[in-house]
Nanobody, 118 residues
Framework: QAQLVESGGGLVQPGGSLRLSCSASGSLRSIFSIYTMGWYRQASGKQRELVADITSGGSVNYADSVKGRFTVSRDNAAKTVFLQMNSLKAEDTAVYYC?????????WGQGTLVTVSS
């Protein structure tokens, strides 16, 4: 069974940092490197939106709202994708989801809550 497990969420003060991790298990592990890995978020009452993604070749893409503050990276050997979040703002508060996608398939993690509050 293909599975993605996120970790690293929590409560942080404005201006602080968090690092999210997403690890693949099951059938995703052997072909992890071919997937575009993405981080999405969904704030309360809002639609899910793309935060950042990284292709199998290492090309990255960021939402305008996080450019310069967030960094996405991947470790194919460890079957893990990361999201380093710096200079966090209250508006970054959301459930963050990991996604693994190809043209044929898309898999989602269960989400991890990030709360930015003083």
């Amino acid at each position: 069974q293909a599975q993605l497990v996120e970790s690293g969420g929590g409560l942080v003060q404005p201006g602080g940092s968090l690092r999210l991790s997403c690890s693949a298990s099951g059938s995703l592990r052997s072909i992890f490197s071919i997937y575009t890995m993405g981080w999405y978020r969904q704030a309360s009452g809002k639609q899910r939106e793309l935060v950042a993604d990284i292709t199998s070749g290492g090309s990255v893409n960021y939402a305008d709202s996080v450019k310069g503050r967030f960094t996405v990276s991947r470790d194919n050997a460890a079957k893990t994708v990361f999201l380093q979040m710096n200079s966090l703002k209250a508006e970054d508060t959301a459930v963050y989801y990991c996604n693994a996608a190809t043209q044929r398939a898309s898999h989602w993690g269960q989400g991890t809550l990030v709360t930015v509050s003083s």
